[in-house]
């Protein structure tokens, strides 16, 4: 959601654009390409980067600043603030020495950030990790970190084959997105190596077809899967102004239809200076957690239907993201409207 912070005068506003090319190191004669970089800055003792992306437009350039700042990303598993047995589940997977986990949401939804904290839960001293991303976004200590670069023919299937040569323990695979990738990580995370990527898909059982439709053999993904992890991000409440409101008898219902019962208290935003009348501070993550167990391996193999799969989840411990939302609503943390305009209408 935008927040206009500021109006200034073009000229302003062309020297400003020029500057920030010079920081990112970005050629200032071009002005009708698409062009990007990036730069760091020292603020107090830490480092923050930035991402920067110019693209041309009718009059002149339009630059987006990224802010890459750990300060404000989770770092560890306790951070992501997941509900008490997803973190246990999530927990035990990552100390595992082999299987696949997979996370999934569309662009911007935290993925990345989320991996990362993962990736963070490991000892590096004691394993070999090793990660090949499409960039680099965040330097991990003691973590081998290998940027892709397709154009020089270093795509995420050949640099998983070669760095499977070098005895990882953990890979991180940055996103799997061909069938070939698909393949060889699957293979890897059943011969004793603990497996994480991404893929593009919006839910858990989503992702599960989708690594069929890259061409993975069910008995591949049967075996190898250990948990998937579906991921938004919706914004919280403003602590500071956010006002208590009686939750509407329609609300109550829709709650009530994802187990989320017993609530009659939730706050609506109200907006004041600390968040510039916004209603919102910060951002929250929603997640969809899925382990797998042996009913669903059992599905996979058996070729099943989406509806047949839905049914198989059941069997596990299961919250969808909508559920995993309205639990957020129920804790004064977000709103209703805001679940749904981030999920989804259903
Ligand atoms: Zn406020």
Redesign the pocket.
Known sequence: MMVSILQMHASIARRLLRVVKVLADIDIALSKSVQDGHFSAWIGSRRVDYRVSYTPAMFGQKLVLRVLDLANAPTHLKDLKLPTWMERDVGQVVRQDSGMVLMCGPTGSGKTTTLYALIREIDVTLRNVITIEDPVEYQIEGVTQIPINESQGNSFSTMLRSVLRQDPDVILVGEIRDPETARIAMQAAITGHLVFSTVHAQDVIGTIFRLLNLGVESYLLASGLHLVLAQRLVRE??????SPQKLSPADMMRLDRYGVTGVTKVYA?????????????GRRAVFELLSANDDLRDAILADTQIQDMRKAIRSTMFASLRESGYRLVAEGVTTVEEIDRVVGAD
Do not use: M, Q, V
């Not at 409440?237 to 956010?242: G, S, V």
């Open positions: 409440l403003c602590p500071h102004c956010k935003p109200r907006g004041c200076s600390r968040c510039l009348d916004t209603g919102h501070i």
